[in-house]
């Protein structure tokens, strides 16, 4: 497993922004995607956002036109840049990568989670 750690969550109103980042630690390794993934209470984790490493992206229709993600691929950092943010955004937010070791291991990596809270 390769350690994401995540970072900028936060309380915000609605209509403001927060920037979510998940840096991979260590070096053994290289990513093929990352993505941030959202749990909101009583519901399943669903998809947010994915880029891979050539920076192709996939963006989950509700956030569409408000979510940014973006990469550095120097830095085995992903972003997630959150504008127009609703109440309906208040979940628990995971960064995931996934990859191979360069012992020639696949992995699949899951952050500890960040609240994000949006109020009315």
């Known amino acids: 497993q390769v350690p994401l750690v995540e970072s900028g969550g936060g309380l915000v109103q609605a209509g403001g922004s927060l920037r979510l980042s998940c840096a991979a630690s260590?070096?053994?390794?290289?990513?093929?995607?990352m993505g941030w993934y959202r749990q909101a209470p009583g519901k399943q984790r669903e998809l947010v956002a994915t880029?891979?490493?050539?920076?192709?992206?996939n963006t989950a229709d509700s956030v569409k036109g408000r979510f940014t993600i973006s990469r550095d691929n120097a830095k085995n950092t992903v972003y997630l840049q959150m504008n127009s943010l609703k109440p309906e955004d208040t979940a628990v937010y995971f960064c995931?990568?996934?990859?191979?070791?360069?012992w020639g291991r696949g992995f699949a990596s899951w952050g500890q989670g960040t609240q994000v809270t949006v109020s009315s």
């Open positions: 995931n990568a996934d990859g191979t070791t360069i």
């Open positions: 260590g070096s053994t390794f290289k990513i093929n995607t």
């Open positions: 880029i891979t490493s050539g920076g192709s992206t």
